[in-house]
């Protein structure tokens, strides 16, 4: 079968619809289809290429709004000939991912007028935007944007319960899941960094935050909350990640936090691997954050906030701790009992790690794609 994926933002942009794509498209072509990825260009990368996983990717040029976070796809010579190309080539399914971006507009309007038939991936569990009039103009697109690709398409999914759920909000009620899963196949090649490289001792407990160094992600709150435990083991805590709020944070280091930006892939997961708690006390309007998916998977604890699909993997206290009610006082009592209790911590990292091998692959996912697909060719008739 011939796919192709429209993802507004596509590697080396680093972030969890970027991975979802890639890691979702490796797996349909190890399984013998063909996938074309559509998205963005960037600079220094090149219009289109064959990557070397076999995947095609399209970069468009895009007028790049909100900081590079809302591309949109502008007239130029390449789209039109992507048009041309997206008109013989005849590909037997389109996945489109998000259901706000204009690009994804543009994607359900080709597969309409080309008869290719679709699905959307969504990976938000609430509005976008904040409050105030530019919150409520924000509210409004989306929704204009939800009912556009709702008459273009043939079916939406969440990548969590929750995002599903969501959808209802716009009128999608039939709405399925797709979930977001960890590269497993990456992560069990990477070994383990050592405690020591981030200045931390083999006796204490090291704590990583990874995510992107914005007010909503809630890293303000956890190092307010790092600073206040009462723990009889000697903790650290290593922020990874670079955004707005890199130099405040930064200011913030202590002898016992320590921030060191932007980290790859690979070093990520080395970090995660000898970490012994992952806390994410997010604020934003998660669909499955990766994050918190990727440290189970490094069989390192999880601590976060019931948002998006976290709540699906850590769902109840024997797979980590779920705060609901994301205030520093709770953060504060999350880590001091993590810290505390390496018994509790290690039944915990055991379990939710068999659960995520249970549930959460790319191959349980692919494997529903294909199934969807070939649901949605056939009822097409």
Not at 208 to 223: D, M, N, S, W, Y
Not at 316 to 343: P, Q
Request: charged share 25%; net charge negative; glycine share 8%.
């Amino acid at each position: 079968m011939k796919f192709i994926i429209f993802s507004a933002q596509y590697l080396p942009t680093v972030g969890g619809v970027e991975r979802y794509t890639n890691s979702l498209a490796k797996k349909l072509i190890a399984k013998g289809h063909s996938v074309s990825v559509v998205t963005s260009a960037l600079p220094g990368q090149p219009d289109t290429e064959t990557d070397a996983d076999g995947i095609k990717v399209f970069r468009l040029p895009c007028i790049m709004l909100m900081g590079g976070r809302f591309p949109i796809i502008r007239p130029s010579a390449q789209k039109a000939s992507f048009e041309k190309h997206f008109a013989a080539e005849k590909y037997d399914f389109c996945v489109i991912q998000t259901r706000f971006y204009i690009n994804s507009l543009f994607a359900a309007q080709l597969c309409r007028k080309h008869g290719v038939p679709s699905l959307v991936i969504d990976h938000s569990t609430s509005h976008l935007m904040g409050g105030g009039i530019v919150g409520r103009c924000g509210d409004i697109y989306e929704h204009f944007a939800a009912d556009y690709i709702k008459k273009r398409t043939d079916k939406f999914f969440g990548v969590s319960g929750r995002c599903a759920d969501w959808l209802y909000h716009f009128g999608i009620e039939d709405a399925g899941v797709m979930y977001n899963c960890p590269n497993l196949d990456a992560i069990n090649t990477i070994s383990p960094a050592s405690k020591a490289d981030y200045g931390c001792g083999e006796d204490e407990i090291l704590v990583v935050f990874a995510a992107r160094l914005i007010a909503e992600k809630g890293v303000l709150k956890l190092i307010e909350a790092f600073n206040r435990i009462s723990t009889v083991n000697k903790a650290k805590l290593v922020i990874a990640g670079d955004g707005a709020l890199y130099s405040d944070v930064k200011a913030m280091e202590t002898e016992n936090i320590s921030v060191v930006g932007a980290l790859k892939f690979n070093d990520v997961i080395a970090l995660y691997k000898a970490a012994d708690i992952f806390c994410l006390p997010t604020d934003y309007p998660e669909g499955f954050p990766t994050t918190v998916l990727e440290a189970a998977a490094c069989s390192t604890m999880v601590i976060a906030a019931d948002k998006g699909g976290t709540g699906e993997i850590i769902s109840s206290d024997e797979y980590g701790i779920l705060i609901t009610d994301n205030t520093v006082e709770n953060i504060t009592e999350a880590l001091e009992k993590a810290i505390d209790d390496k018994t509790y911590r290690e039944t915990a990292i055991k379990n939710a790690h068999a659960k995520l091998l249970q549930s959460f692959t790319w191959e349980k996912t692919a494997e529903k794609l294909e199934a969807e697909a070939v649901k949605i060719i056939n009822n097409r008739g």
